[in-house]
């Protein structure tokens, strides 16, 4: 027997693509504080991943400043996850100068987000307190599964997206 709910829902099913699991990481410049979003953009969880974000190719030669005395200038903060936190198997440790993090992701659902502040510094710029997307530029993210390896480079907008293989 034709039943009309059922054949729509077929045929609805037939036409979506494969479904993905993509990260959206946001840096956003802020005093005293500067915070990363990482969010699952996509339809599927990410499990058992590392990102890595990696600021070593950034045109404003950034760096983490996490204490007074090092390699940073005036202000400095520690790594603070402020959000999504129970997505990660344990919080980062940061040293000061450091230019790239690694986050062992347990799993993070499709829709939320982690998030975590920190001073970043540019070392080439004028202004060494104050990063613009511009000097984000060319930053990479990587996720790192046991599957596969994927990476994106940071725009001027100061984000990255990040595609993985289907679920």
Same mark, same amino acid.
């Given at each position: ?7 729509? *829902?077929? /045929? ?9 699991? &993509?990260?959206?990481? =946001? ?5 005293? @504080?500067? =915070?990363?979003?990482? @969010?699952?953009? $996509? ?30 200038? !005036? ?13 990660? =198997? ?5 040293? &000061? ?7 062992? /992701? %347990?799993?993070?659902?499709?829709? !939320? %987000? ?8 540019? *070392?080439?710029?004028? =202004? !060494? ?8 530029? $060319? ?19 100061? @984000? ?8």
């Amino acid at each position: 027997m034709f039943h009309p709910i059922l054949f729509a *829902t077929a /045929i609805g099913l037939f036409f979506v693509g494969p479904l993905h699991a &993509d990260l959206q990481v =946001r840096f956003i410049e802020g005093a005293p @504080k500067d =915070r990363f979003v990482l @969010k699952n953009v $996509g339809a599927c969880d990410i499990r058992d991943t590392t990102v890595s974000i990696d600021l070593s190719t950034s045109a404003g030669q950034l760096i983490f400043d996490v204490s007074e005395a090092g390699a940073g200038v !005036e202000v400095f903060q520690p790594l603070e996850l402020v959000g999504g936190a129970n997505a990660l =198997r344990e919080s980062p440790v940061v040293v &000061d100068g450091q230019n790239a993090i690694d986050l062992e /992701i %347990k799993s993070l659902a499709s829709g !939320e %987000k982690l998030a975590f502040t920190i001073d970043v510094d540019d *070392t080439v710029g004028q =202004r !060494e307190i104050t990063v613009s997307g511009s000097e984000m530029l $060319g930053a990479i993210v990587s996720l790192t599964s046991a599957v596969e390896s994927n990476t994106a480079v940071f725009s001027t907008d100061a @984000k990255a997206n990040v595609t993985m293989a289907g679920c």
